[in-house]
């Protein structure tokens, strides 16, 4: 792949303008739709992962597939792909230029501040979660944030599907000190590596350094969040539990990140694996009450009603006997 194709037009449409990150997936850029007039996001995927083998460019279209069906608010889904011929690429919701690298840098950061950059990601690998997938290589560069502070995680979903489908080559599973010890051995990787490292950078970002370890407690690291909000404190050392069996959910950090739950609160064990505590993950209170009007922004407010459209899909599908007719991938388009 070229070191710089700025400018260069991909799939008759996608004018690049711009690189976002470069890893082992490939490249990450910034792009213009000419026919339809917007700003998107394109992944360009590196030629050895597909090895130019048209049978594993098959199996990547047929495994990539689920990601067309994603639609949440604070995820990066794909709007469109195109895997084969020698080339495969993913248009994505367009995507900031600064990540959470960024907040990270500015030190300890306090609760209202955690909760703004850490609810979005939260809600959305809970939804992710929900459909079997999971990101498996989460750290603060994969999380993107725009002036404004919306938040977007990148490409849930790709590095598993890709492994699903046949990659040529092993792809990386998060970065050191983000990745949990059931990463070494890949094939048992799920949602709980991801809520292993969301619990990772939330300790970053309110302490303002690393966790030196599992037995590296948050309320010792930031005494003030500590007294203003034990649980979360006592939460965060959970997800980072070496054991994915120990580790609560995502769905339980976003509850107790959930406006209506801000405050000083109780220290109350959530039980591993699940979403229980003060809510259950749907955007309501313990009681199962809607929360009070106005504690809501208009952007959790569409988070809440993805999460919950989610669930109705999936308890549909989980009740429907027959499969659906597979979808065409590749050149497929979908509207946001």
């Known amino acids: 792949m070229l070191d710089d194709i700025t400018?260069?037009?991909?799939?008759?449409?996608?004018?690049?303008?711009?690189?976002?990150?470069?890893?082992?997936?490939?490249?990450?850029?910034?792009?213009?739709?000419e026919k339809g007039r917007r700003t998107v996001s394109v992944r360009l995927l590196d030629e050895r992962i597909l090895g130019n083998d048209p049978a594993r460019e098959v199996a990547a279209r047929g495994a990539l597939e689920p990601l067309l069906d994603v639609r949440h608010p604070a995820l990066a889904y794909p709007l469109e792909m195109d895997v084969g011929r020698g080339s495969a690429f993913l248009v994505l919701r367009p995507l900031p230029t600064s990540t959470l690298e960024a907040a990270a840098d500015r030190g300890p950061l306090d609760r209202p501040t955690l909760r703004g950059l850490l609810l979005p990601p939260a809600t959305g690998l809970a939804y992710a979660h929900a459909q079997d997938l999971a990101h498996l290589a989460l750290q603060p560069s994969a999380i993107f944030v725009?002036?404004?502070?919306?938040?977007?995680?990148?490409?849930?979903?790709?590095?598993?599907?890709?492994?699903a489908g046949g990659a040529a080559v092993e792809l990386r599973r998060g970065r050191a000190g983000f990745r949990p010890p059931e990463q070494n051995e890949p094939a048992t990787a799920g949602p709980p590596a991801d809520a292993y490292a969301l619990g990772v950078i939330l300790f970053l970002l309110a302490a303002g350094r690393a966790p030196l370890g599992p037995d590296d407690l948050?309320?010792?690291?930031?005494?003030?969040?500590?007294?203003?909000?034990?649980?979360?404190?006592?939460?965060?050392?959970?997800?980072?539990?070496?054991?994915?069996?120990d580790r609560p959910t995502t769905a339980a950090l976003a509850d107790a990140l959930r406006p209506e739950l801000a405050g000083p609160r109780r220290s109350s064990r959530i039980a591993p694996g699940t979403g229980t505590g003060p809510?259950?993950?749907?955007?309501r209170?313990?009681?199962?009450?809607?929360?009070?009007?106005?504690?809501?922004?208009?952007?959790?407010?569409?988070?809440?009603?993805?999460?919950?459209?989610?669930?109705?899909?999936?308890?549909?599908?989980?009740?429907?006997?027959?499969?659906?007719?597979?979808?065409?991938?590749?050149?497929?388009?979908?509207?946001?």
């Open 285 to 336: 209170g313990a009681n199962g009450a809607d929360p009070t009007p106005g504690a809501w922004t208009r952007r959790e407010e569409e988070r809440r009603r993805a999460e919950d459209a989610a669930r109705r899909a999936q308890a549909a599908r989980a009740a429907d006997d027959g499969d659906r007719p597979p979808r065409a991938v590749g050149a497929t388009s979908t509207s946001e």
């Open 7 to 33: 400018g260069a037009l991909i799939g008759g449409r996608h004018r690049l303008e711009g690189l976002l990150a470069r890893d082992d997936l490939g490249s990450l850029w910034r792009a213009r739709d």
């Open 146 to 163: 725009s002036r404004d502070e919306d938040v977007l995680v990148a490409e849930v979903g790709v590095r598993q599907l890709l492994a």
């Open 218 to 245: 948050l309320a010792d690291a930031a005494p003030a969040l500590a007294r203003e909000d034990p649980a979360l404190c006592e939460l965060c050392d959970t997800l980072r539990a070496p054991s994915a069996s």
């Open 279 to 283: 809510g259950d993950g749907s955007g």
